[in-house]
């Protein structure tokens, strides 16, 4: 499944950008979209996630207030706009897609997109 995200780029401190991740070609159920990302020298950590079914999503707690995740379920797309961009989120972002047919769960990746916050 090709996911297709976009939108990264340099941003000044306090700055915004908005992400977003395209998939196409869906033939499961989609449960969760999110977004992940990882910095030099850094493991890969979780930004954001929502369950497609309802309007439950989840944030680190570094971006709590600043980062706001959305999905268009028709579109299989999802969103992060991003605020008061920080230096330290200065990262590499992949989108995330997970869903299932019965029991049977798979797990996509976007090929990340580069968000650099520097003055």
């Known amino acids: 499944v090709p996911l297709q995200a976009c939108g990264g780029g340099s941003v000044q401190p306090g700055g915004s950008l908005t992400l977003s991740c395209a998939a196409s070609g869906i033939w499961f159920t989609v449960a969760l979209m999110g977004w992940h990302r990882q910095a030099p020298g850094k493991q890969r950590e979780l930004v954001a996630a929502t369950v497609t079914s309802g309007d439950t999503t989840t944030y680190a707690d570094s971006v709590k207030g600043r980062f706001t995740i959305s999905s268009d379920s028709a579109k299989n797309t999802v969103y992060l706009q991003m605020n008061s961009l920080k230096s330290e989120d200065t990262a590499v972002y992949y989108c995330?897609?997970?869903?299932?047919?019965?029991?049977?769960?798979?797990?996509?990746w976007g090929q990340g997109t580069l968000v650099t916050v520097s003055s």
């Open positions: 995330n897609i997970k869903g299932h047919v019965g029991t049977v769960w798979y797990d996509y």
